[in-house]
């Protein structure tokens, strides 16, 4: 404890709400506090000894490259049916990661019947219903057509869906909030394939349907379909993960994850919505009133602390980076603010550039933990001028049986001993 | 002024004096590789089951020979009675959806009937996917209905039957991003 012992007054973080830092003034003050700590001296630190890496020759290459052993930890933690093992989810460790990408390996599933293992070669994409001439695409095709590519996050409608519990769940960040997921999509813009099959101005939705068991479809509206969505091919690079809809799958900009329907075979252009089982009996959203939301598409505005975060402990009052993850369906994130004080005070995290529209958005604020009982909020804005509501305001507007699109902010609370838990 | 915005400004006026003020950007290149698909193809393929009916097949079935298919195939999950077990309840409501904690089942909360048909045809039995027939999957559709109440035990169910039941939560869906 260096850095405390030796600020004197005049030069020490300044709270700006809870403990909560200035962002700016800590920058400023960064300099004279490092300076602090070389005149008095660190602690000793540790060499680590003569290192056997340092004298035998290493690994040979790899065709695939793994991660280090020593983050085999680093997984996505899987919650499936135990009837049925092809259903259920998998989370993003959320809060093991940093930056905006989600590794291939660790990308949120969803799947309603495992995951089917197909031949590209035997795969075709048919475009239906109602257009001038059904056409059907095989991969080959498809890879010679312009594509596009776009960072964005797919969450599931249901992700964090246990914030309408009456008791906060203890568990990590990820394994709540985990059924989303960022990365760089490339694809064929869906316009180009609609524009060659030549849709019916009276038509105004598109059925799309999977070739995984039980063939899952879902409705969504003509106009999005023609404004940004892609037929997605490579998820960071390359081509799709079979769990993430290889060889094909659709991409919705900042729409729920139901509808980014992995295995892509069919699009039926037509002037109705078929009213399928996930987009009637599921994803929608009882009110108390008895009435249902349906066809609520947007994901909203969000954000996320992921460190600290339930299941860490601040080992001594010191200074902590608070970090998190904000994203919302609506465009880009304009401003994450950070509470230390359960919301009484709040303090504009730092955003990193780019804030990309529908995609993760890193935030970081600088925190002097004092060692006394705290409770972290982040509550994201975006450019359209949606704020994340407090979990009381989503109930209260929603009841607690909606089950999808929870969206609110999220709480963690700091004990006297460091430990960090789920709170309301 | 420099020269490259008077270029800018006699382009707008140019524009505005052609009636074309926004040019129209250049159309994307693309192939064209689509391959036609012959009409018997498609048909044989479309699972789409809407709710006027439209992808409906031929054939029916009974209460009795659903319940007898539900036994063997749907029970496991479902309950005996449809009641829910590892999956969903499918039958029962007694909490009204007003209620904290509402049913959701067939009857109580599923707007079309013909989402029953659409799901279970390709859907289920979740261990064999679309192997059932198209009788089999009106007798299930039949014995569901029946055992929420919405037909008599008697009923032989077909295309024009499952189109034309009105669900009782029909009007209890609020469209908030539908077109």
Known sequence: MTRRTNSSPDTAPVDAG?????????????????????????????????????????????AYGQPSQHERYTARRIGANRAVAGNGVSFTPLEDLEGTITPNGLHFERHHNGVPQIDPARHRLIVHGRVRQPLSFDMKSLLRYPMRSQLLFIECGGNSNAGWHTEPIQRPAGSVHGLVSCAEWTGVPLSILLDE???????????????DAGAMNMSIPLGKMLDDCLIGLYQNGERLRPENGYPMRLIVPGWEGVLHVKWLQRLEVADRPVMSRNETSKYTELLPSGKARQFTFTMGCKSLITSPSHGQTLRQPDVYQISGLAWSGHGRIARVEVS??????????????????????????????????????SRATDEAGNVQPERAALIAERGRAGYFHYHAIVAWAIEDDGLVSHTY | MDWFRILIKSAALTALLTGCATPLPPLIEAPKLGMPVAADTLTAQMLNVFPDGRGLPSGQGSVAEGARLFARHCAGCHGKDGRGGTAE????????????????????????ATTLFDFIRRAKPMGAPGTLSADEVYALSAWLLHANGLITADTMLDAARLAALRMPNRDGFLWIEAP
């Open chain 1, 340 to 377: 230390a004080d359960n919301g009484r005070h709040w303090t504009d995290a730092a955003l990193q550039s780019p804030a990309l529209p529908h995609c993760f958005t890193r935030f970081r604020l600088p925190w002097r933990w004092d060692g006394k009982p705290a409770v972290l909020k």
């Open chain 1, 197 to 211: 099959a030549g849709v019916d101005p009276e038509a105004s939705w598109v059925i799309a349907e999977g070739a």
């Open chain 2, 89 to 112: 309840e499918l039958t029962g409501a007694s909490r009204p959806l007003d209620h904290s904690a509402a049913d959701k089942t067939i009857g109580s909360y599923w707007p079309y």
């Open chain 1, 18 to 62: 809870g403990g909560a830092l200035d962002r700016r003034r800590f920058l400023k003050r960064g300099a004279a506090l490092a300076g602090a700590t070389t005149v008095t001296g660190p602690r000793a630190a540790q060499t680590g000894g003569d290192l056997p890496w340092l004298h035998v020759p290493g690994q040979p290459f790899s």
